[in-house]
C-alpha cells in the first residue's frame, strides 16, 4: 500500500479492502440506478409509438395496449427506489468501515513509532486530533461522492447511447442543454464549500476560545474579578458571529440553487420537447401534423 504513490488509487485500494463484499454490491446497485434512467427513456418511446399508432390506425382508444408498458414503467420507478435505499444503506456501511480501516492502519504505525518524542511534539497532535475529528465526517463524504459520480458517469454514458440510437441530433442538444447545467452546479457547490471552509476557522476559533477563554479573561481581570462575566460576553460575541455568517451563507446558497434549478429545469423542458418532436417525426415519418378530412 506504502508504494502507490497516486493518494486517489492508493485511497480507493484502502476503501475496497474496507469492505469488498459491499464495494461490489454497492457498485452494481449503483449502475442498475445509473442505467435505468436511459431505460424509462426507451420505454416513453415506446408509449409515444403506441399512441402515435393508436391515433393513426385505431377507432377507439384502446387503453389496453398502454398498459404493458405502463406497468414496466411502474415497476422501473419501483426499483429506482429500491436500489437507490440499498444504494444508500450500503454506502453508509461502507463509509463506517472505511473509517475503522483508517483507524487501524493510523493504530498500526503509531505502534512502529519508536521516538516516544513524537507524542509530546504539539504539532503531531493537533494532526492527529484533526484526523479523529475528520473520521466521523469525511469517509462518508468521500463514499458519497465516489458512488454519485459513478452513477452520473454512468447514467451520462447509457443516456448518450440511447439519444444517439433515436437521432444523431439528440446527443448534441443533451450537451449543450446539460453541460451549462452541471459547471453551474459544480461552481455553486464550490463557491459553497469554500464559505463553509472560511467559517470553520471561526468555529475553531469559538472552540478554542472555549477551552482558554477563562484563563485568559482570568489573567487579564484577575483584580476585578470580572474574569466570568468577561469571558461569557465573549464567548456569545464568538458564537452568534458565527452563527450569523453561517445563515447569511445558506441562504445565499439557497439562492443560487433555486437560479440553477430553474434554469436546469427549463432547459430539461425544451430538451423533453425537443426530443419528443424528434421521435413524433420519426414515428409518423412527417405525417403526424396533417389532419384526415372529415
Not at 245 to 256: D, R, T, Y
Request: charge should be positive; proline fraction near 3%; aromatic fraction near 12%.
Amino acid at each position: 500500500m506504502d508504494t502507490i504513490k497516486n493518494i486517489p488509487l492508493r485511497t480507493f485500494i484502502l476503501l475496497y479492502k474496507s469492505s469488498p463484499k459491499c464495494v461490489v454490491l454497492a457498485s452494481i446497485t449503483v449502475l442498475f440506478i445509473g442505467i435505468i434512467p436511459s431505460i424509462n427513456i426507451l420505454v416513453m418511446i415506446r408509449l409515444i409509438d403506441i399512441v402515435v399508432d393508436l391515433l393513426q390506425n385505431h377507432t377507439h382508444f384502446e387503453y389496453s395496449l398502454l398498459l404493458p408498458t405502463l406497468l414496466l414503467w411502474g415497476a422501473l420507478l419501483f426499483l429506482t427506489h429500491v436500489f437507490s435505499g440499498i444504494s444508500s444503506s450500503l454506502q453508509t456501511i461502507i463509509a463506517e468501515q472505511f473509517s475503522i480501516n483508517i483507524i487501524t492502519q493510523l493504530a498500526n504505525k503509531l505502534t512502529k513509532v519508536k521516538n516516544l518524542n513524537f507524542f509530546e511534539n504539539k504539532d503531531h497532535t493537533i494532526k492527529l486530533n484533526a484526523i479523529h475529528n475528520g473520521l466521523h465526517i469525511r469517509p462518508l463524504n468521500y463514499v458519497s461522492n465516489l458512488f454519485f459520480n459513478l452513477q452520473r458517469i454512468i447514467g451520462l454514458i447509457s443516456l448518450f447511447g440511447i439519444l444517439f440510437s433515436i437521432s444523431i441530433y439528440l446527443p448534441f442538444i443533451m450537451i449543450f442543454a446539460t453541460m451549462p447545467c452541471i459547471l453551474i452546479s459544480n461552481h455553486i457547490a464550490k463557491k459553497h464549500s469554500a464559505s463553509i471552509d472560511k467559517l470553520q476557522d471561526q468555529k475553531e476559533s469559538m472552540q478554542n476560545y472555549l477551552c482558554s477563554g477563562l484563563d485568559i479573561q482570568k489573567n487579564k481581570d484577575n483584580l476585578l474579578f470580572n474574569f466570568m462575566l468577561n469571558f461569557h460576553h465573549k464567548f456569545i460575541e464568538t458564537k452568534e458571529l458565527y452563527l450569523n455568517n453561517f445563515v447569511k451563507v445558506a441562504q445565499k446558497n439557497l439562492i443560487f440553487i433555486i437560479y440553477a434549478d430553474v434554469l436546469i429545469t427549463t432547459l430539461s423542458i425544451a430538451l423533453f420537447f425537443l426530443m419528443v418532436f424528434i421521435i413524433l417525426s420519426k414515428s409518423c415519418g412527417g405525417n403526424c401534423w396533417v389532419y384526415p378530412s372529415i
